[in-house]
């Protein structure tokens, strides 16, 4: 676990948050899965709260095909500077996210279609995919979502005064 930070693997990954805040909590991903979607408000509460506290989001797409689609064009979307907006827009997609919900929620947000197209294809969209696998594997990752804050791994969906007093008792130790 401290590999990953000591390498600053996550540095590489989409973020929201204050980058400079005193505390990193990864949350491992994937975008059909209905508890992620559940604590995603769980979320931004705590980043509207506590302004010391950075949010790392790790693609981790195990559910599907349309998932693995949908996180491909997720980490697309960070060349156009529009990640954040992209990811909690599929994030809030009731039902299953698929091809077309991808393709028709980059437009709302205004992402140039044929650019995230062309941009999704980059090898190194894979590479980060790729990794993302590995690092769940040597964490033993086996589901989503799952928060990692210092050392400790945190699986399934967290409610706010969960993840508060987390966060709380991090900082104090």
């Known amino acids: 676990m401290n590999d990953y930070y000591d390498r600053k693997i996550y540095e590489t990954l989409p973020y929201t948050g204050n980058t400079s805040g005193s505390l990193v909590v990864t949350e491992f991903i994937d975008y059909n899965c209905g508890y992620c979607k559940s604590v995603v408000k769980t979320i931004m509460d705590v980043l509207s709260e506590d302004k010391k506290v950075n949010f790392v989001f790790v693609e981790f797409p195990i559910l599907s095909q349309q998932s693995y689609f949908a996180a491909k064009a997720s980490l697309a979307s960070k060349n156009q500077d529009l990640y954040n907006k992209f990811h909690l827009s599929l994030m809030t997609i009731k039902g299953r996210v698929n091809e077309e919900k991808v393709f028709s929620t980059a437009k709302e947000i205004g992402l ?25 594997k040597l964490l033993n990752l086996n589901g989503t979502p799952a928060f990692i804050i210092g050392d400790i791994i945190y699986p399934g969906a967290l409610n706010l005064n969960k993840l ?8 104090k130790s």
């Open 112 to 136: 140039d279609i044929d650019q995230l197209k062309i941009d999704m294809n980059n090898p190194e969209i894979e590479q980060q995919l790729v990794k993302n696998r590995e690092i769940a």
């Open 164 to 171: 508060k007093e987390i966060i709380k008792q991090f900082r």
